[in-house]
T-cell receptor
Framework: KAGVTQTPRYLIKTRGQQVTLSCSPISGHRSVSWYQQTPGQGLQFLFEYFSETQRNKGNFPGRFSGRQFSNSRSEMNVSTLELGDSALYLC??????????????FGQGTRLTVV | AQKVTQVQTEISVVEKEDVTLDCVYETRDTTYYLFWYKQPPSGELVFLIRRNSFDEQNEISGRYSWNFQKSTSSFNFTITASQVVDSAVYFCALRRGSSNTGKLIFGQGTTLQVKP
């Protein structure tokens, strides 16, 4: 059974550009969450999707957005990139919809560098 | 508010030593879930264990064991006879049980270095 797949693995962008990251969850998983990891702030929750609906959102500016497709694949977009957006972006998928006792499985992440 | 604090930022041990990573959490929820994840240099977070708030039974899995104590809001992780392959960053995380969300609240992580 394939795990969570994130593409691309590495990305270098220039300030002011926009970027789209992709996440394919484990087959059968309908919940997808995104996290940003930086040395200074650690792992921070960005947003969560279930059945194409955003269910929860972290404390990030509107430049960060996401969506989920009918096949549960998810994308996140960052517009007008800033140097501080350089981070490892991790996607996690879960089997069920509620905060029940299920674990989240993570992809290897996309390392974004903004220059 | 929910919060997870990992007491140690970095730990360095010599192979075969036992090591304990401490995690303290804060929540007002009566139902919640605690997790430990391992992050090797490749970046992926590898799930290790989930513990429900209503189940205080400790767990052992090979060289790994977890001690959950609600009275002290702690969920500590012990590696027995550590190996070089255990070197990684370990994260403790909390998920609320009272709201419809899968959001994880992570601690800052503990970097474990196991020297040969």
């Amino acid at each position: 059974k394939a795990g969570v797949t994130q593409t691309p693995r590495y990305l270098i962008k220039t300030r002011g550009q926009q970027v789209t990251l992709s996440c394919s969850p484990i087959s059968g998983h309908r919940s997808v969450s995104w996290y940003q990891q930086t040395p200074g702030q650690g792992l921070q929750f960005l947003f969560e999707y279930f059945s194409e609906t955003q269910r929860n959102k972290g404390n990030f500016p509107g430049r960060f957005s996401g969506r989920q497709f009918s096949n549960s694949r998810s994308e996140m977009n960052v517009s007008t990139l800033e140097l501080g957006d350089s981070a490892l972006y991790l996607c996690a998928s879960s089997l069920v919809e509620t905060s029940m006792n299920t674990e989240a499985f993570f992809g290897q992440g996309t390392r974004l560098t903004v220059v | 508010a929910q919060k997870v604090t990992q007491v140690q930022t970095e730990i360095s041990v010599v192979e075969k030593e036992d090591v304990t990573l401490d995690c303290v959490y804060e929540t007002r929820d009566t139902t919640y879930y605690l997790f430990w994840y391992k992050q090797p240099p490749s970046g992926e977070l590898v799930f290790l264990i989930r513990r429900n708030s209503f189940d205080e039974q400790n767990e052992i899995s090979g060289r790994y064991s977890w001690n959950f104590q609600k009275s002290t809001s702690s969920f500590n992780f012990t590696i027995t006879a550590s190996q070089v392959v255990d070197s990684a960053v370990y994260f403790c995380a909390l998920r609320r049980g009272s709201s419809n969300t899968g959001k994880l609240i992570f601690g800052q992580g503990t970097t474990l270095q196991v020297k040969p």
